[in-house]
C-alpha cells in the first residue's frame, strides 16, 4: 500500500519516526513529506534512510515529476502525524504553500490527522472549529492523548502512540482477507477504490439482523479532579470487534471507555470514563442485545472516595494511604441476567505468576464467569496492550480451549466472532425482535 506520511513542526515528530518504522516494516510503501519547520526537529537524512525515499518541502522539487499533485493521487492512505495547530489552520482553508499541504488537496484516499500541541491550542475556538471544518470534509482527526507536554505542562495535546496512530490508520483501509469464511465478499469490480464494501445492518453477513453490544477502552477511577487510577488498554480490539460485526451485517452498539481512536462509521458509539458509567450503558442496551463483547480493560476497584481538589506533596514526603473498594463485576452479572437468546463472551488479560501460567489462570476465569466464550490474552510490558497486533486463546464456559488466532486485531476479531456464530448455530439461537 501507498502512504503518505506528513509531518508537521512540532517536537513530537520524533514519533513519527517510529510511525514510520511501523508501516516501513508492515510492508507498506512510504513517501515522508514534511514541512519545514519539521525538519529543524527531525532532519530530511532520517527520514530518507528509513522510508527508502527523498525527502523534500518544496512544491518546485523534482517538476518533471509534479509531485505536489501525484503524491495525493496515487496515496492509497495519508497519514499526518504531529498536526500543529498552525497545520490544521492551513488544512481547513485550503492553503497550498508547501509540497504537504498540496497533496493534501489532492488526496482522495482517506486522510488521518494527529494533532500534538499544547492544550491551550487545542481547546481554542480556532482550532476546535477547524477540526469540526475537517471532519465535515470526511477527514479522520483523531482526539489528542492527555498527559505530559513540553516542559512542565501536562493536559490534552499530546500525540497519541504511534502503535495507535498505525492501527486507526490502517484501519481506514484494510481490506477484509479471504482466509476466514466470515469475510464479506468483495465490492463489484466498478467499485471506484477498489475496497470491499462494508455490510450494513440488515444486509448479507453471518451475523445479519443481529444486534451486537462492544465494549472496548480501559475504564478510568478519579482519586482527584487531576488523577485517576486506570490501565493501558487503547481500545483498539474492542473497536476492531465492532468494525468486524458491523461487516457483518449486524447492527453495532460500542461502549467506549477513554478511547481516543476516531469513532467507526455505521455504529453507534457511547462514550464512557468510569466502571459505572459503562456498566449503566451497557445495562441500557443489555435486553436489546443478541451478542454481548466485553473486551474494555474494566477497572476492578476504585477509590473509596474522591478528592475535590488536587492531592498536593507534603513536606515530609507521607502521602495518606488510598482506600479501595470493589467496583461490581459486570460480565458476571450480565451472564446472571442472560436472556435466553444472548450469547455473552468475556476477555480476559492476565498475567502468569508463581500460581500458575496465563493459560492456568484464564480456565479459572472462564469456569467463575461462566460466559459462554472467553477470549484469553497475555499481557505485559510491550505486549497486548498498545500493540497492532494480538494473540488469544478462545475458552469456552468450562475452560476448554476452542482454538487460538494470532494476527491483526480486525483478524482476531474475525476469529472471535466466528466462534459466536458457530455457538449460536450449536445452540440453534435464532433472532427475534419485537
Known sequence: MRIVLGVSGGVAAYKAVLL???FTEAGHDVTVVPTAAALR????????????RAVSTEVFADVPHVPHVSLGQQADLVVVAPATADLLSRMATGRS???????????????????????EMWLHPATVANVATLRERGVHVLEPASGRLTGADTGPGRLPEPQVIAEAALALVETPTSSTSSRLEAAESGAADGQPTPATAGESGDLAGTRVVVTAGGTREPIDPVRFLGNRSTGMQGYAVAEEARDRGAEVVLVAANVILPDPEGVS???????????????????????????????????ASVGDHKTKKTSDGVVAPIQLVVNPDILAGLVERRAPHQTIVGFAAETGDADGDVLFHGRAKARRKKADLLVLNEVGHDLGFGAPTNAVTILTADGEALGSAE???????????DQVVAVRGAAGTSVSHD
Do not use: Y
Open 41 to 52: 526537529f527531525v532532519g530530511a537524512p532520517t527520514w530518507e534512510a528509513l522510508s527508502g
Open 269 to 303: 458509539v457511547v462514550h464512557v470514563e468510569t466502571t459505572a458509567q459503562l456498566a449503566e450503558a451497557v445495562d441500557e442496551h443489555r435486553l436489546a442485545a443478541d451478542v454481548i463483547v466485553m473486551s474494555a480493560a474494566v477497572a476492578d476497584f476504585r477509590p
Open 97 to 119: 504553500d508547501d509540497l504537504l499541504t498540496a497533496t493534501l488537496l489532492t488526496a482522495r484516499c482517506p486522510v488521518l490527522v494527529a494533532p500534538a500541541m499544547h492544550t
Open 407 to 417: 494476527g491483526s486485531k480486525r483478524e482476531v476479531a474475525a476469529a472471535v466472532l
Open 20 to 22: 514510520l518504522r511501523t
